[in-house]
Structures are given as C-alpha cells and as structure tokens.
C-alpha cells in the first residue's frame, strides 16, 4: 500500500468482479446493441479500458465503440464547484446512438447532471451512466445509473482517480490520508 492511502477500500481483485458483473448488466440491457462508451477524463481511463475487456471476455453481443471527453469542474480542490467546462468535446455525433457515459465518481452530482442536460440535447437513441464510485446523497441524473460501489464521504484515489494527477496507477481505490490534501 502506498504510504499517502490511509486505507484500502476496494482491492484489485474486488474491481475486477465488480467491472465483471457491470459488463454482464450492460450486456443483458443493450444485448445486439452498438454501444458508445464515452469516457470522461481523465479518471474514467481505467475503468473504461477495463468494461471493454471485460464487455469483451463476456462473449456477448454488444458491440462497443469509443469517445472522450474531458471536463473541470474541480480545478485544484478536493470538492467540485459546480461550474463545469468542457475542455475535451466528443469527435463524432451521438444522433440517435445508444451512449453510455463512463464516470469514476459520482460524488455531489453537479458535473454529471450538466453532461446528462448536454449530451441528452444531442437526441443520443438512449442515454444512461456507468460510474465505479458513489457517494452519499449525490443528485442523481434523470437516467440509468450503473453503480459499481457505495462509499462514504471520503477523499479517495487509485483506479483512475487522482489528487494533483497523482495515485491514478494505484491498483486499487483507497482513502487518501487528509494531512496529504488538508480540508478546503
């Protein structure tokens, strides 16, 4: 474990079964399907990479395709701050595709609801969400979630998730001890 994580939430091997029965769920929901997976960067990198094996080793029907896109709404802090801007929009156009938008974190919901309003106006066929991590009591878009795991409202990172784009490469989800990031 790394010296900056205070605990271990989720291990690798916790992750991986969790991706694992996500894919089985995108596969029963979107089966014979064309699915655009758009993942938000720069956290979602690695859960994403990991659901297209994973949609992959479930030899089934869906058929993934892939989009980014990048946004900041948390700028240094620890905490969003509700103001979204797209720094990274997607390269093709999501008419009448089924999208789902893969997040690492759904943690006060503000982001998420503004790329929901944002990609809903571009009439995707349908539209719903994937994120590995939820918080308590986010506001939740008017769409289908997919959850991976609850926590508590605790400063994590490892598996894509960062504090100053550091911890991405942990292998597992941990809570960052809070003398490395102080409180806000």
């Given at each position: 474990m790394h010296d900056d994580v205070?605990?271990?939430?989720?291990?690798?091997?916790?992750?991986?079964?969790r991706v694992s029965e996500l894919a089985d769920d995108i596969e029963?929901?979107?089966?014979g399907?064309?699915?655009?997976?758009?993942?938000?960067?720069?956290?979602?990198f690695v859960l994403m990479a990991d659901l297209a094996r994973a949609l992959f080793l479930a030899e089934g029907t869906v058929r993934p395709r892939f989009d980014f896109m990048a946004v900041s709404s948390y700028g240094s802090a620890t905490r969003s701050s509700g103001v979204v801007r797209i720094l990274k929009d997607?390269?093709?156009?999501?008419?009448?595709?089924?999208?789902?938008?893969?997040e690492d974190i759904l943690d006060s919901g503000l982001t998420l609801q503004?790329?929901?309003?944002?990609?809903?106006?571009?009439?995707?066929?349908?539209?719903?969400?994937?994120t590995m991590l939820s918080k308590p009591e986010p506001m939740k878009p008017d769409v289908e979630v997919y959850e991976g795991f609850?926590?508590?409202d605790v400063f994590v990172v490892g598996y894509g998730l960062d504090y100053a784009q550091r911890y991405r490469d942990l292998p597992y989800i941990g809570v960052l001890r809070e003398e490395v990031y102080g409180r806000s």
């Open positions: 205070e605990k271990v939430l989720f291990t690798p091997e916790q992750i991986a079964a029963r929901d979107y089966a399907e064309e699915v655009l997976l758009v993942g938000i960067l720069k956290g979602a997607l390269d093709g156009d999501i008419a009448d595709r089924h999208v789902l938008l893969v503004y790329l929901v309003r944002n990609l809903r106006a571009r009439k995707p066929a349908s539209l719903a969400v994937l609850h926590i508590p």
